[in-house]
């Protein structure tokens, strides 16, 4: 049981590149979630997926795209990467709705030059 | 928008005494989570609080919930060196699907 895992771990970009961010879980879970985390920040919410099928804004979307694939697969996608895309980007799930909590991945570290 | 605040930004003490963080938010709340974040790592939930509840232990945690002033605690007892790591209160305002909203964390260092 792997929980939640991410590729790349590290990836460094030109600006104006795109790239995509791989999620996965074995967990059986029906909600998933992107976040980014900036130096001596918290997280900040980019999208979400409540289930299958469904995607949704979260606090910071802008130059973000989403893709549920599956109930599994939760991937993100930068069209044009930016310096301010610079960041430490984590995956999590969660069970269903309810009160549960959330379970994250290890974060790729993307760096754009 | 971080709806929760922590107090404070950074706190060293000695092995076996105990840590207090806070953390302040500013709507209401349906539960309120607190996270642990080992350098370099991703976010492990250490408990959970609901809206109806004052008090909730875990072992050495122990976490108050204050819904009149929109605040939390969480402490460590008998802390450790392996204690050293950010932690992070998360705000659920389950409207439709919960989104958290985090804090910017405490930054606890444990000196042996």
């Known amino acids: 049981n792997a929980g939640v895992t991410q590729t790349p771990k590290f990836q460094v970009l030109k600006t104006g590149q795109s790239m995509t961010l791989q999620c996965a879980q074995d967990?059986?879970?029906?909600?998933m979630y992107w976040y980014r985390q900036d130096p001596g920040m918290g997280l900040r919410l980019i999208y979400y997926?409540?289930?299958?099928?469904?995607?949704d804004k979260g606090e910071v979307p802008n130059g973000y795209n989403v893709s549920r694939l599956n109930k599994r697969e939760f991937s993100l996608r930068l069209e044009s990467a930016a310096p301010s895309q610079t960041s430490v980007y984590f995956c999590?799930?969660?069970?269903?709705?309810?009160?549960?909590?959330?379970?994250f991945g290890p974060g790729t570290r993307l760096t754009v030059t | 928008s971080q709806q929760g605040e922590e107090d404070p930004q950074a706190l060293s003490i000695q092995e076996g005494e105990n840590a207090t963080m806070n953390c302040s938010y500013k709507t209401s709340i349906n539960n309120l989570q607190w996270y642990r974040q080992n350098s370099g790592r991703g976010l492990v939930h250490l408990i959970l609080i609901r809206s109806n509840e004052r008090e909730k232990h875990s072992g050495r945690l122990r976490v108050t919930l204050d819904t009149s002033k929109k605040s939390s605690s969480l402490l460590i007892t008998a802390s450790r060196a392996a204690d050293t790591a950010s932690y992070f209160c998360a705000t659920d305002t389950y409207q439709g699907a919960q989104k958290l909203v985090f804090g910017q964390g405490t930054r606890l260092t444990i000196n042996p």
């Open positions: 967990m059986n879970h029906n909600s």
């Open positions: 999590a799930s969660r069970r269903t709705s309810g009160q549960y909590e959330q379970y």
């Open positions: 997926s409540a289930s299958e099928g469904t995607t």
